[in-house]
């Protein structure tokens, strides 16, 4: 481990931590940025409730996908940017204490990821190297990971399952760096990024139809298990587009679009026959704080590798969802001249009840949305 962190950021004064200008959201589903912005003051409404410079108790892994949204969010929004950057200070300074180790660091690597490439976005959006550095630590944990009886990282440090989001998140942590660091950096994080992506394809996790298991059995030959997440088939393709910007390679490209292609794919296992991205859980739902999160990290996968690599079937997978989301899963509330978005579950709809995770997640499809169509 590198030795601590030297914070190196004043508060904004006062924190104000205040929503945007009042406005009234309107039922427009191509207006993409007013709906990004008013679904985004909503997700802020949930923010340092319990003083934890987290959006709600507890949400720990989640509140590093909020942040990766609002630092997308605000690099695409230069005025979201001037009211709400003080949040990557406060949160930088005030989460890190929270949980069982400083620097973002717990028992599972999957977390650890999370936050990885959140850093990544916030270093991105405001060019601050106190953020990269923090990706860098946090990296540094990760590969203590490594060592499987099947390759590639464990999910947690327990060791007691080998995971597609572990290795996936590392990858695109690993690239990511790559990408952004000198020339006597990178080759050590681009070797590790490769290997993983390597990996990922050799060990049986991708089903011949480039659909993403969610691991592999340890203690039986290394066979894949689990369900097909949203999560898992989105944040491979993030790390396609972190090993493409690091390499110039188009092979990534090629292989990542293989992946999007089968994922976005009308009645795939993570798609309705619509084209509404859905995990099982949304067809009963019942979708828990955790799954709940998973079709954000997706969007957020496919949203880098359609900016990388355009497709038009892909952008019009990303602005089908985000039009369904808008028009089928929201209850706008007009409280005073202020709207109140709220994204629910379930993006086909009906519109039943929303939380900070569901907020957070079908932000992450509007915010997709803008990026790649403005």
């Keep these: 481990m590198s030795p601590p962190l030297s914070i190196g950021l004043a508060l904004v004064a006062g924190l104000g931590l205040t929503t945007a200008q009042p406005t009234i959201a309107k039922r427009d589903a191509s207006s993409y940025q007013q709906n990004a912005v008013c679904a985004a003051d909503q997700l802020m409404r949930y923010y340092q409730t319990d003083n934890t410079g987290l959006w709600g108790k507890d949400l720990w892994w989640q509140s590093g996908n909020f942040l990766s949204s609002l630092a997308t969010l605000t690099s695409l929004d230069s005025d979201y940017l001037a009211q709400h950057g003080d949040v990557f200070v406060n949160t930088f300074q005030t989460a ?4 069982p180790s400083p620097h973002f660091i717990n028992g599972f690597y999957d977390d650890e990821g999370w936050w990885g490439n959140a850093f990544l976005d916030v270093y991105d959006v405001t060019g601050n190297q106190t953020y990269l550095q923090a990706a860098i630590i946090i990296y540094q944990d990760i590969v203590g990971g490594l060592g499987t009886p099947c390759g ?3 999910w947690d440090k327990a060791q007691s399952y080998v995971a597609a989001i572990s290795n996936g998140l590392y990858i695109e942590l690993a690239a990511g760096l790559a990408a952004r660091t000198g020339p006597d950096q990178s080759p050590g994080y681009l070797s590790r990024a490769e290997e993983g992506w390597n990996w990922f394809f050799d060990v049986g996790i991708v089903d011949g139809n480039y659909l993403v298991y969610d691991g592999v059995n340890k203690t039986d030959s290394c066979k894949p298990v689990g369900l097909q997440f ?52 949304d067809l009963s739902g ?27 079937n892909w952008k019009d997978f990303i602005t089908t969802n985000a039009q369904s989301i808008w028009n089928n899963d929201l209850d706008i509330e007009d409280n005073s001249g202020t709207s109140e978005c709220n994204l629910g579950t379930d993006w086909t709809g009906p519109y039943t009840t929303a939380n900070v995770v569901t907020q957070g997640a079908a932000l992450d499809a509007l915010i997709a949305a803008l990026a790649v169509t403005q």
């Excluded at 890190?96 to 949980?99: A, I, K, L, S, V």
């Excluded at 590798?305 to 038009?312: K, V």
């Design 152 to 154: 590639g990282i464990w």
């Design 96 to 99: 890190t204490g929270y949980g």
């Design 230 to 281: 949203t999560y898992n088939q989105g944040v491979i393709l993030g790390a396609a587009a972190e090993l493409y910007k690091a390499t110039g390679n188009e092979t990534y490209l090629e292989q990542g679009a293989l992946l999007a292609n089968a994922s976005t794919a009308a009645g795939s296992p993570v798609t309705t026959d619509q084209g509404i991205l859905h995990d099982y859980c």
């Design 286 to 312: 019942d979708c828990d704080g955790t799954i709940a999160m998973f079709k954000g990290a997706y969007m957020r996968g496919l949203r880098k590798l359609q900016l990388a690599s355009p497709h038009d």
